[in-house]
């Protein structure tokens, strides 16, 4: 139970509420959709499963499980890079990542106070704007947030937070609920579904299909080793097929519900589903600023919000942390604030790349237009994660022996197994390595 309440807070975040309906709304819905589904249930899963059990085997942090493992079945002491590529990007990741969990911040103290109240969508626009074009107002709630993050971080005891994702799953399922009425009472809800489920695939581009991959790892906190801590701590009769298949089926729930909320809303009031990293704060305040007792619920849906970004952003930067106490005997104290503050000072740039700094650049076709940001983003998920990803079920697939991997699973060599051992062998490799080819160009 704790496991998948961890699990779930570390997967369930901005990912599924921000991130996943912009990037929809920016590649046209459908046929993006479908390739996350797919990239979900090809590679996402099995990766899940496989990074559950090489934890749970290695019960160190990544970079030492990866070198311990690697020792035992005869592997390259060279594995650990797939572990130190890990901390990499949960930094990076970390960065930007505070930063919109302080946007979050700000529109919840907004929501509640009733500032969306009766206010036109330009109105709304030029909220947002003010906001994101005001550094120091940024800065403060990066901060904020940043300190909340490095607080549990430091402590390394979570578990008051974990029970209270007991909490959060269910809230922000009952929110969404609520936003989809509010959409469904609009009469949208039918032109939502159309734009979310009927692919579209003159539309699908070469970098809808990369966003798609690395939204897939992004979204269950795949490839960077997080899980791979969590499955550390994992009892050895823990079942973990069935215990992951849970997490992805609830994080994959959470995004497509946040979806229909957001594009029932978009579509009722003309708002554009193209407007990239603000999408959710465009729309999400129309609903409120109608609906009755708006400010109640917009303060709530906030700060479940702010809440299922930070349970997520300590998963982003344990695996720095966990390698800082463990190799370089560092006390956790001064580990947390240490990788904290690293991550704090990247994400200034991050911050800065919706004024002073934005620039706009060309991604294969698709216009981006926040600079670093944007850059730091597609490094991220698109290749730091699924080159993550791809280590670790190489390494499962290929370096550990099949006795050892049954053995880690726990389970008997059924079906499933046998299914899923296809998968992380054949299939998820093959896959990643075609992308990649695609992205260099080779193919
Ligand atoms: N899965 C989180 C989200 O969807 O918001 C983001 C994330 C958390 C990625 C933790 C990676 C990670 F290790």
Not at 42 to 48: A, D, R, S, T, V
Request: proline share 4%; net charge neutral; charged share 10%.
């Amino acid at each position: 139970m704790v496991f998948i309440l961890a699990a779930t807070g570390a997967t369930v975040g901005l990912g599924n509420i921000w991130k996943f309906p912009y990037l929809a709304g920016e590649y046209g819905g459908g046929a993006f959709v479908l390739v996350y589904l797919l990239c979900i249930a090809f590679i996402g899963f099995p990766l899940m499963v496989a990074e559950v059990a090489v934890g749970r085997r290695g019960r160190l942090s990544p970079i030492n499980t990866l070198r311990s493992l690697s020792e035992i079945e005869g592997g390259s002491p060279r594995w650990v890079w797939a572990g130190g590529l890990g901390v990499l990007a949960g930094l990076l990741i970390g960065s930007f990542y505070s930063v919109i969990a302080g946007w979050a911040l700000a529109y919840m103290f907004r929501a509640a106070s009733g500032a969306f109240e009766h206010v036109t969508a330009q109105g709304i626009a030029s909220i947002f704007n003010n906001l994101i074009t005001d550094p120091e107002r940024l800065l403060a709630w990066h901060t904020i947030f940043m300190v909340m993050t490095v607080a549990v971080l430091a402590r390394g005891i979570r578990s008051g937070l974990e029970r209270a994702v007991k909490l959060l799953v269910p809230g922000l399922l009952v929110m969404l609920l609520v936003l989809i009425g509010y959409g469904a009472s609009t009469g949208y809800l039918g032109q939502t579904l159309f734009f979310l489920f009927r692919p579209d695939f003159s539309s699908l581009s070469f970098a809808a299909v990369l966003e798609a991959l690395g939204h897939a790892f992004f979204t269950l906190s795949l490839g960077m080793g997080a899980i791979m801590i969590y499955g550390s701590y994992l009892p050895r009769q823990v079942p973990i097929m069935r215990t992951s298949l849970l997490v992805v089926l609830l994080d994959t729930l959470v995004a497509l519900l946040a979806g229909l909320a957001i594009f029932s809303i978009a579509f009722a009031h003309e708002l554009p589903v193209n407007s990239g990293p603000g999408l959710i704060f465009q729309t999400l305040p129309m609903a409120f600023g109608k609906m009755q007792a708006g400010g109640v619920f917009g303060g709530i849906f906030f700060l479940l919000l702010v809440f299922a970004a930070w349970t997520s952003a300590i998963a982003l930067l344990e695996p720095a942390v966990a390698w800082l106490v463990e190799s370089l005997n560092l006390q956790r104290v001064r580990a947390a604030v240490l990788t904290g503050f690293v991550a704090w000072l990247l994400g200034i740039v991050s911050l800065l790349s919706f004024s002073q700094w934005a620039f706009s650049f060309e991604f294969a076709g698709m216009q981006k237009q926040h600079g670093l940001f944007d850059l730091f983003s597609i490094l991220a998920s698109g290749v730091l994660l699924p080159l993550g990803g791809l280590s670790v079920v190489l390494f499962t697939a290929w370096v550990m022996h099949r006795e050892s991997v049954l053995d880690a699973l726990g389970g008997a060599d059924g079906p499933g197994f046998r299914l899923w051992y296809f998968l992380v062998r054949y299939v998820a490799p093959v896959a990643l390595v075609v992308v990649f080819l695609w992205v260099l160009g080779v193919m």
